[in-house]
């Protein structure tokens, strides 16, 4: 049987020519390495939860996530932040935009800083890279979890610590500490738990390297004075650019201390060839912006979809500029009529029949044997 096929093969490749040979296994090739680059771009997108919240939020595609990353010269504090939502809520409001479903959230935000901070239990002391986060943040950034639970920016009682597992074994010698308590500069905290720190080359120089916690913003705040750095808010988003608008409305810094991103589509062929175009501004420097370490990650990541989009678009490129080459040589050379595109639809159609017959007798087939060793059994 595979022997016939292989002869069947050869014929039909002896009457096409070596040279169309060629060109028919040169483009089978291409719109393979097409379609893997595709698989790669969707798995690209996909790998960065701090990037997805939007599609967590909403599988609608109704919503979009939004990041605004500020210089220290910004000024940032806990009460812009509450006039940045105050301004939001009047135009939603204006704009009759409301919940889906009663006592449901119309968006969902939060904000953070970076700073360090000494840490003390009964066995050690250490010092550790804190980050200072408000409202939902592990909703946007949803760190993996070794033991115990996240505490909300939001708690009254800002007394929770979220230590990696570095930090946990520095000052317990162990993992499982939900509920021990560690002091930080002489008032005592509650380890909410322990999370599992990214670590390699790329985390390492996007600036996830040294020992690294979690406290509320406020406790960050009244040890280093440490202004935000950092906002992300998913929200309505009906039209495209809704959300951006709204965004830059609120904003209350100018536009050389702040730097925002529309997460939701920062990786769209769109947006990929965006950065593309401005790849030279981008490795310039102008204004004291840092960006958290995940920042830096999805940053590095747009590059690299960039190149594979490009290697894609150049692929696909070539192939329909040839086949559209060969398909006006061909229209020119038969110049065909209505009646012959009717004559090759009706082969088409006639051939997608016989291969839907084919496949229903042999379902049919395949269902009396199965009964026949039922009955046999």
């Known amino acids: 049987m595979l022997k016939e096929v292989f002869l069947q093969i050869k014929k039909r490749l002896m009457k096409i020519g070596l040279f169309k040979c060629m060109i028919l296994f040169l483009t089978v090739c291409m719109l393979i390495a097409v379609g893997i680059l595709g698989v790669i771009l969707y798995v690209g997108r996909n790998s960065l939860p701090d990037q997805l919240m939007a599609k967590r939020w909403s599988d609608k595609k109704d919503v979009a996530q939004i990041s605004c990353f500020y210089s220290e010269d910004a000024f940032i504090t806990e009460d812009s932040i509450e006039e940045m939502r105050y301004l939001l809520n009047k135009k939603l409001q204006e704009l009759a935009i409301e919940p889906n ?16 901070i000494s840490i003390k239990s ?4 250490i010092q550790a890279n804190a980050i200072g986060v408000g409202g939902d943040y592990f909703m946007f950034h949803p760190v993996e979890l070794v033991s115990g639970m996240y505490f909300t920016g939001n708690d009254v009682m800002q007394d929770a610590i979220l230590l990696d597992e570095e930090a946990a074994w520095q000052l317990f010698g162990a993992n499982d500490i939900a509920g021990k308590t560690v002091t930080i500069g002489g008032v005592p905290y509650r380890v909410a738990g322990v999370y599992a720190r990214e670590q390699g080359d790329l985390e390492t120089s996007a600036g996830s390297k040294d020992t690294t916690v979690y406290i509320a913003f406020g406790t960050l705040n009244q040890m280093n004075d440490s202004g935000i750095t950092c906002y992300e808010i998913v929200m309505p988003n009906p039209v495209e650019g809704f959300a951006m608008d709204r965004v830059l409305e ?3 810094s100018s536009e050389e201390t702040v730097k925002m991103v529309e997460n939701s589509n920062r990786f769209s062929y769109i947006s990929l060839y965006n950065v593309w175009k401005e790849r030279a ?5 102008t204004n004291d912006i840092v960006f958290p370490f995940w920042e830096n990650l ?3 990541r747009e590059e690299q979809l960039m ?3 490009l290697w894609q678009a150049l692929l696909s490129g070539i192939l329909l500029i040839y086949w559209g080459i060969q398909g006006m040589i061909w229209i020119i050379r038969h110049k065909p009529t209505a009646q012959t595109f009717v004559k090759m639809w009706d082969f088409i159609s006639e051939k997608v029949r016989r291969l839907r017959e084919q496949r229903a007798a042999k379902k049919v087939a395949r269902k009396i044997a199965e009964q026949t060793t039922y009955m046999d059994d």
């Open 250 to 252: 609120m904003n209350l």
């Open 122 to 125: 009964d066995k050690k002391s």
């Open 101 to 116: 479903a009663e006592g449901a959230r119309l968006y969902i935000d939060a904000y953070s800083a970076q700073g360090t």
């Open 298 to 300: 999805a940053r590095y």
């Open 281 to 285: 501004a981008r490795s310039m420097k």
């Open 307 to 309: 190149e594979i989009a």
